[in-house]
């Protein structure tokens, strides 16, 4: 794809928008509204990742790729055939290049770079430093080199294909989204209380699906925002999820880091050793977050959904 001139620095990471939903519309013209929000959203970030440097404009492109995604998942019962079959690989591919890269960005920024000004004297991690960058770049320019790509068109025409094609016309019984999005809520929310139940602090595993579980709690809060009730109940819910969300990514990104970070090695015995005294550095912080997962569970479990309009 040929690539156009752009002033990089008036370019500014655009963020999902709240979806104009209204009760009494049928679920697959939600979906079509919703799916449509997420690809603005997408394309939105797509100058900004291949022409500018701020790592956010490929976080965003994930967020929308992911939002899409768990869009797809939370309606798959009303979607026409085959639909999910035909999006879900190219989506997995483009969330691949996006993932590499956004991994990569936050293995250097938020887990390499303050033990680095912890430890400024420690030679060693100043060579970490630069084998993680050199990776990083790496990936940043298989990411352009797919964004830039006949791939990544023909994702977004197929995507745009699929959303006007005849089988999304409404039929008059189809269930309305105030209907649809009372139970699917009802649903998700009684899904992530069994993971709760089930999360122990010493079993990553389960802390990571209970992240998982909130996240596509809160994808699909977002998505029918507009039919809350109250506005305020809804932030205050997602500001709770949010604050259990992030300590839970921070756990997940501390267990990959050391796994990320061995990687970037290639079997460097002294690098291997600092990325030992990385891992060590980190203790005390997991420890304090582990903590607080318990007493974050217990309030996650009192809190009801608001109420739609």
């Given at each position: 794809m040929k690539s156009v001139r752009?002033?990089?620095?008036?370019l500014v990471p655009a963020k999902a928008q709240a979806i104009p939903l209204a009760a009494d519309c049928q679920t697959l013209t939600s979906f079509r509204k919703i799916a449509f929000s997420c690809l603005e959203h997408l394309e939105g970030n797509l100058a900004g990742a291949l022409n500018g440097d701020d790592p956010e404009f490929i976080h965003q492109m994930r967020v929308s790729t992911r939002r899409l995604r768990a869009a797809i998942r939370?309606?798959?019962p009303h979607l026409p055939p085959d639909f999910s079959d035909k999006l879900l690989p190219p989506l997995r591919q483009l969330m691949d290049h996006l993932g590499k890269v956004r991994d990569l960005d936050v293995l250097l920024a938020e887990i390499a770079m303050p033990v680095v000004h912890a430890l400024p004297d420690e030679p060693g991690l100043a060579a970490l430093v630069k084998v993680v960058t050199k990776r990083e770049h790496e990936a940043r320019k298989a990411a352009s080199r797919y964004l830039r790509s006949a791939s990544y068109v023909r994702l977004i025409l197929l995507a745009t294909e699929l959303l006007h094609h005849?089988?999304?016309?409404?039929?008059?019984?189809e269930e309305t989204i105030a209907s649809f999005a009372t139970d699917r809520l009802k649903q998700l929310r009684k899904k992530v209380l069994k993971l709760a139940k089930a999360a122990r602090t010493d079993d990553p595993a389960s802390l990571h699906r209970l992240r998982i579980g909130i996240k596509r709690l809160r994808y699909a809060l977002e998505f029918f925002g507009?039919?809350?009730?109250s506005g305020k109940t809804l932030r205050r819910l997602l500001s709770q999820l949010g604050a259990l969300q992030n300590d839970l990514g921070q756990l997940n990104d501390l267990a990959n880091a050391s796994l990320l970070l061995m990687r970037c090695t290639n079997d460097d015995a002294r690098l291997r050793e600092v990325v030992s005294l990385v891992d060590d550095w980190y203790n005390s912080r997991r420890r304090k977050l582990l903590a607080r997962v318990p007493e974050r569970l217990e309030k996650f479990q009192r809190l009801h959904l608001p109420t739609l309009n």
């Amino acid at each position: 794809m040929k690539s156009v001139r752009v002033d990089a620095k008036a370019l500014v990471p655009a963020k999902a928008q709240a979806i104009p939903l209204a009760a009494d519309c049928q679920t697959l013209t939600s979906f079509r509204k919703i799916a449509f929000s997420c690809l603005e959203h997408l394309e939105g970030n797509l100058a900004g990742a291949l022409n500018g440097d701020d790592p956010e404009f490929i976080h965003q492109m994930r967020v929308s790729t992911r939002r899409l995604r768990a869009a797809i998942r939370l309606f798959a019962p009303h979607l026409p055939p085959d639909f999910s079959d035909k999006l879900l690989p190219p989506l997995r591919q483009l969330m691949d290049h996006l993932g590499k890269v956004r991994d990569l960005d936050v293995l250097l920024a938020e887990i390499a770079m303050p033990v680095v000004h912890a430890l400024p004297d420690e030679p060693g991690l100043a060579a970490l430093v630069k084998v993680v960058t050199k990776r990083e770049h790496e990936a940043r320019k298989a990411a352009s080199r797919y964004l830039r790509s006949a791939s990544y068109v023909r994702l977004i025409l197929l995507a745009t294909e699929l959303l006007h094609h005849p089988s999304f016309v409404e039929r008059a019984t189809e269930e309305t989204i105030a209907s649809f999005a009372t139970d699917r809520l009802k649903q998700l929310r009684k899904k992530v209380l069994k993971l709760a139940k089930a999360a122990r602090t010493d079993d990553p595993a389960s802390l990571h699906r209970l992240r998982i579980g909130i996240k596509r709690l809160r994808y699909a809060l977002e998505f029918f925002g507009v039919l809350f009730h109250s506005g305020k109940t809804l932030r205050r819910l997602l500001s709770q999820l949010g604050a259990l969300q992030n300590d839970l990514g921070q756990l997940n990104d501390l267990a990959n880091a050391s796994l990320l970070l061995m990687r970037c090695t290639n079997d460097d015995a002294r690098l291997r050793e600092v990325v030992s005294l990385v891992d060590d550095w980190y203790n005390s912080r997991r420890r304090k977050l582990l903590a607080r997962v318990p007493e974050r569970l217990e309030k996650f479990q009192r809190l009801h959904l608001p109420t739609l309009n």
